[in-house]
C-alpha cells in the first residue's frame, strides 16, 4: 500500500506503534516511514527490549518478595508506590496465577494505565488468563482513550472467549484502527469470524463514514478470498459507499489495493465498479489501469 507522495502506508502502523512506546507524537517520527516496513519493526523490537531488560534483577527480587504479601496489599502497593509503570515492569516476573489474583483487586483505569505500559510478550501468561469481563472493561477504557496500539498488541495473546469479549466492548472505528496496527495480522481472519457478517459490514460502513478506507483495505487483505469477495461485492452496489471509497483510492493513493481486491470479485460487481468510475469520475478512468480495458 503506497501513498500518492510515495511513502509506503504499510510504514504507518509501525511509526504509530513506536511513537506509543516512545510516548512521542507519530508526525515527529514520520522520516522514519522512508525505511524498510521490517528495518521498522526490528527498531521497535530492539527498543523494546532495552526498555524492558533495564534493572531486570531488581523487578524480579519485587516479584519474589510480593509472594509474602497478600494479594489486596500488592494491589496497594502497586497503584500507590509503584505506579503503573513500575507494575508493569514487575508483572511479566510474577507468577500468572498471583498476577491475575492481584489484577483482580486493581480497577480498571489503572489496569489500562498498566497494559499501555506492557510489552504483551513478557506476560504472555498473566494475559491469558484474565477473566473475559475484565478484559471487556480494560478495552472499554482503552477505547475511550484512543488507545488503539495498546489493543491491537494484546490481541495475539488472548484467547477466543476474551477476544470476543473485547470485541463486543469495541466500536466498529476503534476495530478498523486497532486491526490496521495489530502485532499478528494472521489474527484477522479469526477476528472476523467471531465479528460475524453483520458486524463487518458495520465495520466497512465506518470506512466510509471516518475516512478510514486505508485501514478497511488492510483488513479486507488479510481476509479470506471469500470473505473478501463478498464485502466488496457488497460495498459496490451502494453508490454513497463506492464514492467514499473512489474519493479514498484517489485522496490516499491506494488504487492498486483498490483494484487488487476488485480483481478477486465476481465479473458484474467489476463492471458495475468500472462503470461507476467511468460515469462519475471520467477525469480518474485512467486510475483504472488494466482493470478498465474492457473488449
Known amino acids: 500500500m503506497t501513498a500518492r507522495d510515495g511513502r509506503p502506508l504499510q510504514s504507518r502502523p509501525e511509526i504509530l506503534k513506536l511513537a506509543r512506546l516512545l510516548h512521542r507524537d507519530p508526525d515527529s517520527l514520520s522520516y ?14 530492539q527498543v523494546t527490549d532495552v526498555l524492558f531488560s533495564a534493572n531486570e534483577r531488581t523487578f524480579a527480587r519485587l516479584a519474589a518478595a510480593s509472594k509474602l504479601l497478600p494479594a489486596a496489599l500488592n494491589a496497594t502497593i502497586a497503584q500507590r508506590a509503584f505506579g503503573p509503570v513500575l507494575a508493569a515492569r514487575i508483572t511479566g516476573q510474577l507468577e500468572p496465577s498471583r498476577a491475575v489474583e492481584v489484577a483482580e483487586r486493581l480497577p480498571t483505569s489503572f489496569l489500562a494505565d498498566v497494559a499501555i505500559e506492557l510489552d504483551p510478550r513478557r506476560a504472555s501468561d498473566v494475559i491469558a488468563r484474565i477473566p473475559p469481563d475484565q478484559i471487556a472493561a480494560i478495552t472499554r477504557e482503552l477505547v475511550r482513550r484512543d ?3 495498546t489493543m491491537g498488541r494484546f490481541i495475539g495473546h488472548l484467547p477466543n472467549a476474551a477476544i470476543a469479549a473485547a470485541l463486543e466492548a469495541t466500536d466498529d472505528r476503534a476495530l478498523l484502527r486497532t486491526g490496521f496496527v495489530l502485532e499478528q495480522k494472521s489474527r484477522l481472519v479469526q477476528v472476523a469470524e ?50 467514499s471509497l473512489v474519493q479514498a483510492a484517489e485522496r490516499h493513493g491506494i488504487w492498486d489495493d483498490v ?37
Not at 460502513?205 to 479486507?220: K, M, R, S, T, V
Open 32 to 45: 522514519l516511514e522512508a525505511l524498510p516496513v521490517d528495518d521498522l519493526r526490528r527498531l521497535r523490537e
Open 194 to 243: 467471531l465479528l460475524g457478517p453483520e458486524r463487518l459490514e458495520g465495520v466497512i460502513d465506518a470506512a466510509c463514514g471516518d475516512d478510514l478506507w486505508p485501514e478497511a483495505l488492510d483488513l479486507l487483505a488479510h481476509l479470506d478470498t471469500a470473505r473478501q469477495c463478498r464485502l466488496i461485492e457488497q460495498a459496490v452496489q451502494r453508490d454513497a459507499l463506492l464514492e
Open 259 to 295: 483494484l487488487g481486491l476488485q480483481s478477486v470479485t465476481g465479473e458484474a460487481s467489476r463492471e458495475r465498479f468500472i462503470r461507476y468510475v467511468e460515469e462519475r469520475h471520467p477525469e480518474l478512468v485512467s486510475r483504472l489501469g488494466p482493470l478498465g480495458r474492457r473488449a
Open 147 to 149: 488507545e488503539h496500539v
